[in-house]
């Protein structure tokens, strides 16, 4: 019973990392796990569709999980800003939008994929060199507002979660009328 699968409802202790991170990552699996699991086996056509053709596709939704992530790498593990470089690479899946379904557009599932597989790899590695404590830093959230980094990796994957459930509605859509 080793599985992250057999584990799927337990919030626990992760071996190498400290008690609260371990808990914070099992709930990132779980997260991480029904969300690949709602996208298995789409087609790349599939992950272009759009509801009447408007709004996000799967495969943008699954884009922008992975560059909320790899922004929070820099904000939290490099803490420092994103620079120009880097917005220019992630602020298409961060935004999102018609500009995004342009550039977004024609890639396997593979594609999306990899690329979240990358990004939690470097949160897993990461999140080794941390402990609970640093869950507590407070810095600067926005211009008005202040976060620790707690509330900003839930809201890693508390986000995921909330495109989940469009990935999940765009699914059903797409059998009613397909």
Known sequence: MN????QRFICD?????SPSIGRLISMMEYTRMTTLEAVAGLTAEELDYRIDGKGNSIGCLL??????????????FE??????EELLKLDIGLDLGEKAHEEIYGKELGFYSERLHSARE??????KHVDDEW??????????HQANHY????????????????IRLIRNHMKRNG
């Not at 803490?79 to 120009?84: F, L, S, V």
């Open 3 to 6: 599985t992250t699968e057999d």
């Open 13 to 17: 202790r992760k071996p190498g990392y």
């Open 63 to 76: 884009y922008h999980m992975y560059c909320v992530e790899e922004v929070y790498q820099i904000l939290t």
């Open 79 to 84: 803490d420092r800003e994103p620079t120009a």
């Open 122 to 127: 470097r949160t897993l590695k990461e999140f």
């Open 135 to 144: 869950l507590d830093v407070v810095s600067p959230f926005g211009p008005k």
């Open 151 to 166: 509330f900003r990796w839930f809201h890693v994957f508390e986000d995921e979660l909330n495109h989940r459930g469009q």
